[in-house]
């Protein structure tokens, strides 16, 4: 049986799949001395029990152990907890495979192999960036050393450690959704919501907050927490590192598992981000779906010009969505508020509107008339 060195100990091989030149070995680290990223923190540390490597493709979803060996645009890694620890080069880092899709940092895809890569956002995802914005410096580059498996063997993907509740939504247990979308990246969807999470919580109402397509991060998360939402939820624990490249059907599968795991809460109200700009293909999709749009009592839209908020707006209407105000980076450019209002009757609400006394009650209010005249629809 062959022996091999670690830095921390001499182990032997579990077990070898000689056709398909595929190893198991003991974990062969202190898995408290690996850095854990944010896209992992649903799988308990004491199920990662080996590490697969050889011919083997990887998946998205499934955590591998890399090492850091050139440090470029991530410096650090953001932690289960949310702390952002900073890497070294020789680091170990426990991380998922997933592609991505950022206009303003790398477009990336799943490598069909343990071949170096690219650690392609903070939050953890191991990916080969194929493009890259201008704006930012290219990946930082990590060395897969294996897939991490339990104690059989078995490589551990985040798709089978789901931590939603399994509930089938009652018609009669109704819950307004307000759904924020974008133009872009950076154009204050995130920032809108936590908004209206704090106007809605500072009145006294209980809000569901889901992030349902994005790159893992607890970024935005962390910021609907803070805001007051008393229930949080993402993509990644619908089992998804990145909502990129994953098919519209099981996006949409996934959208109303949150959406009804929310409900189980008996919160007041939930609120919806849907990552990227409106013609980012997976985005496009969604929106254009009629389980999207009938579950929808009204929209939110963002943007950071004038052009992009009528333009998203209208596109928006013409779907069959209730847009009821536009905000975003946008709404503090005075300027470009008094275009938009030439242009349309939408309203532009500023962040400080949103969170203003008695804002959560006039919107919850309005929210639940349109969810009447939508049930009486």
Not at 111 to 135: D, F, Q, T, Y
Not at 160 to 189: C, E, I, R, W
Not at 209 to 234: E, M, N, R
């Amino acid at each position: 049986m062959t022996n091999y060195n670690t830095e921390t100990r001499r182990i032997k091989l579990i077990k070898s799949h000689s056709n398909e030149n595929v190893q198991v070995l003991p974990f062969p680290f202190d898995i408290q001395s690996c850095k854990r990223a944010f896209t992992t923190r649903n799988i308990k540390t004491e199920n990662m029990q080996t590490l697969i490597s050889g011919s083997i493709r990887p998946k998205a979803g499934d955590l591998v152990l890399c090492e850091v060996t050139r440090l470029r645009q991530h410096c650090r890694i953001e932690q289960p907890n949310g702390r952002r620890s900073r890497m070294f080069v020789k680091d170990k880092i426990i991380v998922c495979y997933g592609d991505r899709y950022a206009p303003d940092q790398f477009e990336s895809v799943v490598p069909e192999n343990l071949g170096a890569c690219h650690l392609v956002a903070g939050g953890g995802i191991a990916s080969l960036m194929r493009h890259k914005s201008p704006k930012v410096k290219p990946a930082t580059e990590i060395q897969p050393i294996g897939l991490i498996g339990d104690s059989d063997g078995q490589i551990l993907n985040l798709k089978d450690h789901q931590t939603l509740n399994v509930y089938n939504s009652d018609d009669q247990n109704f819950v307004p959704v307000l759904m924020v979308a974008g133009s872009s990246m950076n154009a204050g969807k995130t920032t809108t919501v936590a908004s209206l999470i704090k106007g809605l919580t500072a009145d006294g109402y209980e809000v569901g907050a889901v992030k349902i397509t994005g790159t893992g991060s607890g970024g935005d998360l962390w910021h609907f927490i803070d805001a007051g939402a008393k229930h949080v939820i993402d993509f990644t624990d619908a089992g998804h590192a990145s909502t990129y490249l994953v098919k519209h059907e099981k996006l949409l599968r996934d959208y109303h598992k949150m959406i009804n795991h929310l409900k189980s809460k008996n919160v007041d109200v939930i609120v919806v981000e849907i990552a990227d700009g409106i013609l980012q293909h997976e985005t496009k999709k969604l929106l254009q779906s009629t389980d999207l749009i009938n579950t929808t009592t009204a929209m939110y839209y963002t943007s950071g010009d004038s052009s992009s908020a009528i333009y998203g707006s209208h596109w928006l209407e013409k779907t069959g969505y209730d847009v009821m105000a536009l905000s975003g980076v946008v709404s503090s450019n005075p300027l470009g508020v008094q275009e938009i209002n030439q242009a349309t009757n939408i309203p532009v609400i500023t962040k400080k509107q949103m969170c203003e006394a008695g804002s959560g009650h006039l919107l919850f209010e309005t929210l639940t008339n349109k969810a009447s005249q939508l049930k009486v629809k």
